[in-house]
């Protein structure tokens, strides 16, 4: 099962490099992970989605609590929380179908962020599910190139 | 004030007693300062040495061992050192000294990268970059070494920072974060309450994170209380003294029958600073299964980690035993146990040892039995496991050895650095011929020494635990257990000064031993015992 762990850490050089080994010493793979700033210049904020079993993902936050720059660390799959994920996808964009494919992008709720000659990029936000469901649609199109930027996540209360 | 005057004035100011090191070139500006400094510098021959000596004076006293070593091959010397102090839990402060600020990432002469290499042997690690954090990353440093489960730090410092002043004196350490948790006595105190009322048969398993907290007495005189059974893994090994009847002795798949009979047959561990480790509990799965576990450590990471526990507590061991203590439980389910228990200590004795050629078990039987008050150091293998099962505790923390790692040449060393512990007590080494090779340089170390080291070198001409291991797992011959030729080890003795002594029979080992053990000299004594003698190996079908 796929969890989403959610942890503050302290703005300290190597932060990242001690978390992200802890996957591999422990033998976890990082489905993605993500690091940004927050409010507080001395704070980071990780969004790291793992799969495992409850237990696992149990064991993981533990050792991930034992980091010294760690300062809180949950599994948000355990309270209402919100996911994000930020895509671009370039599809193939001939003229003849521009309009077609531009009125598809409209109905999904995509940004048209660039158009080529041959190819248009669009920029979506949304959660995993809803993602995917936009890669599907545009398949019969010819998508040329994906990039994800992987989820952020916030508890909701 | 520049930042290496400041670094030992820390350690001075921390009562550091000595530091094990070896010079280099990234370190130079210390051992400049380090001639003016009132701290005993112990010069060892490769700095593994100097991590092991550390973590030999720290398990002997409790206190913070400190060592010191150069940028690259220097530091990556240490690693083993501090990958074992790091599972046996030993405050440790290591300083290493690197390449100048400017040249770092230039891949200059022996630089490595320290920090990314000691992040998973550490509990943490600094790199240095500016003289004036040197104040506050030393404090803090210092707290995490010692606070909550100890652990190894590593502290690189740049040798420019060295030797640039501070602007400014000032500590402004954080404190590590005490994490929030739960689960605390209090909150599970009425479960723990039913839960032991509710059991016939509980048993109390002390790791080493009763010695670490020095929490023996209270632990014993909870078990006194209750007459609860007793047993210890490696690690909590001398938690407790013997003298208590119902101190079954080590467990695991190198303990004894009897200790280990306690445990299968309970159905109810109270589990205090031990991680259930595959050495004390091969199949965790089925053990959980079948009993009730109540596990205290003070480390939430250590909690349902490799055995599910029906009550967890995240709190120090001493505390934990200060709380049970107060605690009563309804005597009557477990007056059947406690008969047993009373009838399988009276029946308890040491298995008969053969005098007619020379074994490692009897060897100790009699210096057990004649020189009570030394600390004993081991290295890892066959005499280890003897050591741990046969030698009676009188000392707190009088059983030094590598548990959790199992580095074989930790003996030697770790013997250097127990020598120094404040209680002046006399320190015995038990090693063998195999680990001894892994770390024998470090006899050039001895003379300086005030106390004399005796060490018992067991030499049975092999791997002994490997071959042993080997048969158990493999049948035939076991590959490369006996690599010819084995060295002359009175030889070696000899040159390093040492007083040598060589046994093959019973009866010169006892006339023998007693000249050694007068001596105020260091003396090696190679014990030629039986190859074929083996080293306890538990089996759960073997329960007596």
Known sequence: ??????????????????????????????????????????????????????????????????????IDVHNVNEFAHVVRELMLIKVSCPVDKRSEILSLADILKC????????????????????????IRSFEPMGIMEIVRSGAIAIARD | M????????????????????????AVLPIYEELQQSKLIHRMVRHEQGAVHAAEGYAKATGR??????????????????????????????????????????????QEADVMGMTIPVTKHNFLIKEADSIPTILEEAWRITTTGRPGPVLVDIPKDVMTSELSSLQATPKLPRLRRDSRTFESVKNRILNVCNASFRPILLLGGGVVSAGAGEALLAFAEKHALPVVYTMMGKGAIPGRYPGNFGMVGIHGNPFANLAMYKSDLVIAVGCRFS????????????TRAVIHADIDPAELSKNVRSVVTVVSDAYIFAKNLLELTFLP???????????????????????????????????????????????????????????MDMVLPRGFITSGGLGTMGFGLPA?????????????????????????????????????????????????????????????????????????????????????????????????????????????????????????????ERSCP
């Open chain 1, 1 to 70: 099962m796929k969890h989403t762990i959610v942890a503050r850490v302290d703005n300290k050089p190597g932060v990242v490099s001690r978390i992200s080994g802890l996957f591999t010493r422990r033998g976890y793979n990082i489905e993605s992970l993500v690091t940004s700033v927050t409010g507080d210049p001395g704070v980071y904020h990780l969004t790291i989605l793992v799969i495992g079993s409850e237990q696992e993902v149990e064991l993981l936050i533990n050792q991930l609590g034992r980091i010294m720059e760690v």
């Open chain 2, 64 to 109: 913070v061992g400190v060592c010191l070593a150069t940028s690259g091959p220097g530091a990556t010397n240490l690693i083993t050192g501090l990958c074992d102090a790091m599972l046996d839990s030993v405050p440790l402060l290591a300083i290493t000294g690197q390449v100048e600020t400017t040249s770092i990432g230039h891949d200059a002469f």
């Open chain 2, 332 to 390: 009557e389910k477990k007056e059947a146990w406690q008969r047993r228990f009373l009838n399988l200590c009276a029946q308890r004795v040491k298995e008969e040892v053969t005098q007619e050629v020379l074994t490692v078990a009897h060897c100790m039987d009699t210096i057990n039995a004649n020189y009570p008050g030394y600390r004993i150091v081991t290295d890892v293998g066959q005499h280890q496991l003897h050591a741990a099962n046969r």
């Open chain 1, 111 to 134: 940004r048209v962020v660039g158009i080529g000659t041959d190819s248009a990029v669009f920029e979506i936000t949304g959660d995993e599910s809803k993602l995917d469901t936009i």
């Open chain 2, 278 to 289: 595959d050495r004390t509990l091969p199949r965790p799965q089925v053990f959980s299964e």
């Open chain 2, 2 to 25: 520049n930042g290496i005057q400041y670094l030992i004035r820390f350690l001075e100011g921390k009562q550091t007693k000595v530091v094990f090191g070896y010079p280099g070139s």
């Open chain 2, 415 to 539: 013997s250097i650095g127990a020598s120094f512990a404040e209680d002046e007590s006399p320190v015995i080494l038990f090693t063998g011929d195999g680990s001894f090779q892994m770390c024998m340089q470090e006899l050039a170390t001895l003379p300086e020494l005030q106390r004399p080291i005796k060490i018992f070198l067991f030499d049975n001409r092999s791997l002994g635990l490997v071959r042993q291991w080997h048969d158990v797992l493999y049948s035939g011959e076991a590959s490369f257990c006996a690599l010819p030729p084995w060295p002359d080890f009175c030889k070696i003795a000899d040159a390093y000064g040492l007083d040598s002594y060589s046994f093959d029979s019973v009866e010169g080992f006892e006339s023998g031993v007693k000249d050694m053990m007068n001596s105020s000299r260091h003396c090696l004594a190679v014990l030629h015992t039986d190859p074929g003698e083996k080293a306890p190996f538990f089996r």
